[in-house]
């Protein structure tokens, strides 16, 4: 069965600061990995997506993640955190684009003055 | 585009009581989920569809809950007799299986309390 880690429930950072949020998957085959924000009270918004190519991918509102099959993670990055990125993040694994999706238990990042 | 809406945004209701949430998908989408996500957890998948077809159903989904997309458009969760372990945020997604590379859009939720 197919599962996602997320090592860090609570993560600060400072404002101007870089940003690596941690991600572990389990999944048998080629795996489909998603990172979602979620602000409080929203439904979950895509930032990036890694099907296939090229393991440096690029997503929205500056952030990037790259896929590492041999440690089976997919961490999130960004290189200066802004105070509007405060928000959950959720780390997901499918077997397509259109799969159904498993969810880590998501990593709350407080951005701090 | 419109993106996935839900209706409500926000359900309280007593136990016992059953409620119903519509969801409406992107127009041209013909995949429909259901997850659910309780407090400090990520979403877990309930239900999907394939145009009007329920095609997979999680082991979460007790019978008090029932899903439906009568014409492959809009679905409904039905929750019977609902119970305070039931109070969660209720999120429907959409995609299409015509696009090789396509992700699953997220509706805003509809956060249940149950009294």
């Known amino acids: 069965a197919q599962s996602v880690t997320q090592p860090d429930i609570h993560i600060t950072v400072s404002e101007g600061a870089s940003l690596e949020l941690r991600c572990n998957y389990s999944y048998g085959a080629t795996p489909y990995l998603f990172w979602y924000v979620q602000s409080p009270g929203q439904g979950l918004q895509l930032l990036l997506k890694?099907?296939?190519?090229?393991?440096l991918v690029q997503g929205i509102k500056g952030f990037e993640a790259e896929f590492k099959r041999s440690q089976s993670s997919f961490n999130l990055r960004k290189p200066s955190v802004h105070w509007s990125d405060a928000a959950e993040y959720f780390c997901?694994?499918?077997?397509?684009?259109?799969?159904?999706?498993?969810f880590g238990k998501g990593t709350m990042l407080l951005v701090s003055p | 585009d419109t993106g996935v809406s839900q209706d409500p945004r926000h359900k309280i209701t007593k136990r016992g009581q059953n409620v119903t949430f519509r969801c409406d998908p992107i127009?041209?989408?013909?995949?429909l989920y259901w997850y659910r996500q309780t407090l400090g957890q990520g979403p877990e998948f309930l239900t999907y569809?394939?145009?009007?077809?329920?095609?997979?159903k999680s082991r979460l989904l007790s019978d008090r809950f029932s899903a439906e997309r009568p014409k492959g458009s809009f679905s409904t969760l039905e929750i019977q007799r609902t119970e305070q372990g039931d109070s969660a945020m209720y999120l429907c997604a959409s995609s299409s299986d015509s696009i090789s590379y396509n992700e699953q859009f997220f509706g805003p939720g509809t956060r249940l309390t149950v009294l």
């Open positions: 890694y099907f296939s190519g090229d393991t």
């Open positions: 127009s041209e989408h013909n995949r």
């Open positions: 569809f394939q145009n009007e077809a329920q095609l997979e």
């Open positions: 997901a694994v499918g077997n397509s684009g259109y799969s159904t999706l498993t």
